[in-house]
């Protein structure tokens, strides 16, 4: 069985200061893993995706996350906040070509300026 | 990437009637698949569909509920039958990209009264 657990639903930061959203993952096999956004009124983007290539994976607008399979995290960072960072964030787990997808609960990023 | 466009984009409705779903691709895809997204709540798979066979429905979503058809690889529809408040969420159709991302639709955002 799989499941997703985003440990913080929501965030606040200041804008200018770092980002750092906690995912953790539970699977019986070695899963792809996703990051996705949601801006309020938009569809979801991709963030950036592990397939079990490099664990340090980068993402569109300064976003990266890292894989580590000993804590079966994949937490997603970005060093500098901006105010257009504010969104919901969804991690993403697959066990291989479109099976098995759940999505983590979110975590809701706010930035203050 | 795919460019996705869904119809109606919200609709009001009864209980106790029908709803269906458009979902319309740019582009030829094997794979489709649709969420609930129920207020403040993540994304939950109803089903996958390709095209060429029936839909597969994910645990607690019956075929009844929600028919779905693809008769091409541009386009499908998902209903909603027999409404009740519960029923009330953003419905969201994806395409699978090459490598196991998706691409989602802007969604239709159901109420019902």
């Known amino acids: 069985a799989q499941s997703v657990t985003q440990l913080d639903s929501h965030v606040s930061v200041s804008e200018g200061t770092p980002v750092l959203l906690r995912c953790n993952y539970s699977?019986?096999?070695?899963?792809?893993l996703f990051w996705y956004v949601q801006h309020p009124n938009k569809g979801l983007q991709l963030l950036l995706k592990?397939?079990?290539?490099?664990?340090l994976v980068k993402g569109i607008n300064g976003f990266e996350a890292e894989f580590k399979k000993s804590e079966t995290s994949f937490h997603l960072t970005k060093p500098s906040a901006h105010m257009s960072d504010a969104a919901e964030y969804f991690c993403?787990?697959?066990?291989?070509?479109?099976?098995?997808?759940?999505f983590g609960p979110g975590t809701s990023l706010s930035v203050i300026p | 990437s795919a460019v996705i466009s869904q119809k109606p984009s919200r609709d009001i409705c009864q209980r106790g009637t029908s709803l269906t779903i458009q979902c319309q691709v740019d582009?030829?895809?094997?794979?489709m698949f649709w969420y609930r997204q129920q207020p403040g709540q993540s994304l939950t798979l109803i089903a996958t569909?390709?095209?060429?066979?029936?839909?597969?429905?994910e645990s607690g979503f019956v075929i009844d509920k929600f028919p779905i058809s693809r008769p091409n690889l541009t386009f499908s529809t998902l209903t909603v039958s027999n409404m009740s408040p519960e029923d009330s969420s953003i419905y969201l159709c994806?395409?699978?990209?090459?490598?196991?991302?998706?691409?989602f639709g802007p969604g239709t955002r159901l109420t019902v009264t």
């Open positions: 994806s395409v699978g990209g090459l490598s196991e991302e998706q691409y």
């Open positions: 699977s019986s096999y070695s899963p792809s």
């Open positions: 592990y397939t079990s290539a490099a664990t």
């Open positions: 993403v787990v697959m066990k291989t070509s479109y099976d098995k997808v759940i």
């Open positions: 582009s030829q895809v094997t794979m």
């Open positions: 569909a390709n095209q060429g066979s029936e839909a597969t429905y």
